[in-house]
């Protein structure tokens, strides 16, 4: 029998994210909270797990600042650990389970994780990790079903406390930990729900896996609103398109080209896609052809361009869809600053800060900002000023009105499916190749994906190499959306006189793959 779960009154001077739950649930407790390929949780579900959880995490060690990773499939009961761990004031770091083994264990001891939960099926991604406890998602599910202690659904965290730990690829190759406090959470989550037009009566699909801050994010924001979440691993056409008749989905997070596999399907039809009030998107501008063809079946919903990144919990930028209607010469802009975000564009050479229509990098400061890499001072300071701004490492200018434009990425990453890709990280794999000199990684435009990853690799003297045993070995170090999907060997990388990378070269190079260039030969 579940134990009995009491909870607080609303009196609570600064807010944690188990207030996510607490206000959502009010007065809706029999509602449908999540919904997932599994399971449907109510919100007094979704309550008393969390809470049954917490006590389960208690006996087995877990207190105020313990570090939990979790590495598992299972979209709702990611959630209710996430509720578990801060009402024990812990911290949760998830775990990308499409990582490769080395990369699960490169993360789990840079966190410096105290416990690791883990579903049976992932096991083997954990063998030979030391200094962490290693225990069973089973292991927690049972200390849940057999406790007798009363839960109660409070905790002893504050706001400045930090609720989890985001792993996030870095330039330097390796990913960093972005540290995210309740506060930074809370702002997030409550200033945007109503720009994005979540409320109490949506149904929110949400297609991305609970380890990226854009998944659980989306969730929480449901939450707070009162909604409910169809929550998926990942986006699926047919899926989409049956909970759209099955679930009355209301509200979704597509990039443009996963936008155009859903208009451009042969079972869209205004009858199916009616239910849809509001599409938010990002990573890339959307066509006018793709906008037209979006609004024919869907004339009365609403797409709203949003930009962030981990380092901002995700949010930056907005466009409404009545700015987008009636400023249609502004339809590759991101959108102007949240109230709570303060944006500027700075000369990344000189720091000076830029007028209207220059293009900079873009500086970003507010509540939302991180404090900091986990355990990086070096990496922190180059990342967030003295003063509290974030460099982003994004180009792009603004008009006198504040809207923004993104016109590079300063850091060269690659956008792949809406999963970031930093070349340095594939370049540290390629280049341990015993048959690899030097190596150069950059994007080049895919039709599905948005970007795919190319290298272009220099072999050492008289060492024999072919392209798919290359792509092979990144399979072994790399999960596989990080790994290149071309190949091409050159006599020398191109390079500027001071003997840095010209990456935009290579791009050239990438895009022009089906002339004079070849996978399997030199240029």
């Not at 923004?404 to 300063?410: E, F, S």
Request: hydrophobic share 40%.
């Amino acid at each position: 029998m579940a134990r009995q779960v009491t909870l607080p009154p609303s009196t609570s001077p600064g807010e944690t994210l188990i207030d996510v739950l607490r206000v959502g649930a009010h007065g809706r407790m029999d509602k449908v909270a999540i919904s997932s390929l599994d399971r449907t949780m109510t919100y007094w579900d979704l309550i008393r797990e969390s809470a049954d959880l917490a006590l389960a995490l208690r006996d087995l060690g877990s207190s105020r600042g313990t570090r939990i990773a979790y590495l598992g499939r299972d979209s709702t009961h990611f959630v209710s650990t996430l509720f578990a761990a801060a009402i024990n004031a812990s911290v949760l770091i998830p775990v990308n389970w499409r990582f490769s083994r080395a990369e699960v264990h490169h993360l789990v001891a840079d966190a410096r994780a105290d416990f690791l939960l883990v579903d049976d099926e992932l096991a083997d991604l954990v063998e030979g990790i030391e200094g962490t406890s290693i225990i069973s998602m089973e292991r927690v599910k049972e200390a849940v079903r057999t406790g007798a202690e009363p839960a109660r659904f409070s905790t002893s965290a504050e706001p400045e406390d930090p609720a989890w730990l985001i792993y996030t690829s870095g330039t330097t190759g390796r990913p960093k930990g972005v540290v995210l406090t309740h506060a930074n959470s809370m702002v997030t989550i409550d200033g945007v729900a109503a720009a994005w037009e979540i409320s109490d009566s949506s149904v929110v699909y949400v297609p991305y896996p609970t380890f990226h801050l854009t998944g659980i994010g989306w969730v929480l924001k449901t939450l707070r609103a009162g909604g409910t979440v169809v929550q998926r691993s990942r986006f699926d056409l047919d899926d989409l398109l049956d909970s759209l008749e099955n679930h009355g989905v209301t509200n979704t997070l597509l990039i443009p080209t996963v936008l155009g596999t859903l208009i451009y399907s042969p079972r869209a039809t205004p009858e199916r896609l009616a239910s849809l009030r509001s599409v938010v998107y990002g990573v890339e501008p959307m066509t006018d052809a793709l906008l037209e063809r979006a609004r024919e079946l869907m004339p009365e919903c609403r797409f709203i361009h949003v930009y962030g990144m981990t380092e901002s919990c995700g949010q930056a930028t907005f466009m409404s869809w009545e700015e987008r209607l009636a400023s249609p010469e502004r339809f590759r802009s991101c959108g102007r600053a949240y109230p709570w975000v303060e944006m500027k564009i700075v000369d990344p050479d000189s720091l000076a800060d830029l007028p209207a229509g220059a293009t900079g990098e873009v500086w970003l400061r507010g509540p939302n900002v991180m404090p900091g890499y986990f355990d990086n001072d070096e990496a922190t300071a180059s990342a967030i000023t003295p003063d509290g701004w974030l460099r982003t490492g994004d180009g792009g200018h603004v008009d006198d009105e504040g809207y923004l434009v993104l016109t590079a990425r300063l850091n060269d990453m690659i956008i792949s499916g809406g999963e970031n890709i930093y070349p340095a990280e594939v370049e540290n794999v390629l280049v341990r190749h015993a048959a690899v000199r030097e190596v150069g990684v950059v994007g080049a435009a895919d039709p599905t994906w948005g970007e795919r990853v190319c290298a272009f690799v220099v072999r050492r003297d008289a060492v024999e190499v072919t392209e798919a045993e290359l792509i092979s070995y990144a399979r072994e170090h790399l999960a596989h959306y990080k790994c290149p999907s071309s190949v091409y060997f050159l006599g020398e990388l191109p390079k500027t006189p001071s003997g840095k990378l010209q990456r935009s070269r290579l791009r050239a190079d990438a895009s022009a793959q089906q002339g004079s260039l070849s996978p399997s030969g030199v240029r």
